[in-house]
């Protein structure tokens, strides 16, 4: 059984920071991309960041790029996404993301963790 277990979510005043984290079981890790993407009420679950299979390469959405840092620890199955200077546009639930092809489109192949609540107020 393929888990993905986010941590990291809370609430915090814009302008502050958040560390998401993704631990994962089940799944030969290195074989995977991994990323996230967030839902916020109303609005379709969109891509956030991503990163490839050796870490050497990342993507993000233009609203994030400067502000989140996503990385990934092979020896720990681990990815966690860093995030700074949030703004109350970013609050959203947070996904985990586990894609074979380790792109920004999910497909039926890709894993998901149940999700994580971040709250940015003004």
């Known amino acids: 059984q393929v888990q993905l277990g986010e941590s990291g979510g809370g609430l915090v005043q814009a302008g502050g920071s958040l560390k998401l984290s993704c631990v994962a079981s089940g799944l030969t890790f290195h074989m995977y991309g991994m990323g996230w993407f967030r839902q916020a009420p109303g609005k379709e679950r969109e891509f956030v960041a991503t990163?490839?299979?050796?870490?050497?390469?990342?993507f993000y959405r233009d609203s994030v790029k400067g502000r989140f840092t996503i990385s990934r620890d092979n020896a720990k199955n681990t990815v966690d996404l860093q995030m700074n200077n949030l703004k109350p546009e970013d609050t959203a639930v947070y996904y985990c993301?586990?894609?074979?092809?380790?792109?920004?489109?999910?497909?039926?192949?890709?894993?998901w963790g149940q999700g994580t609540q971040v709250t940015v107020s003004s």
């Open positions: 990163i490839d299979w050796g870490g050497l390469n990342t």
């Open positions: 993301n586990a894609d074979p092809l380790a792109d920004t489109v999910p497909t039926s192949y890709d894993y």
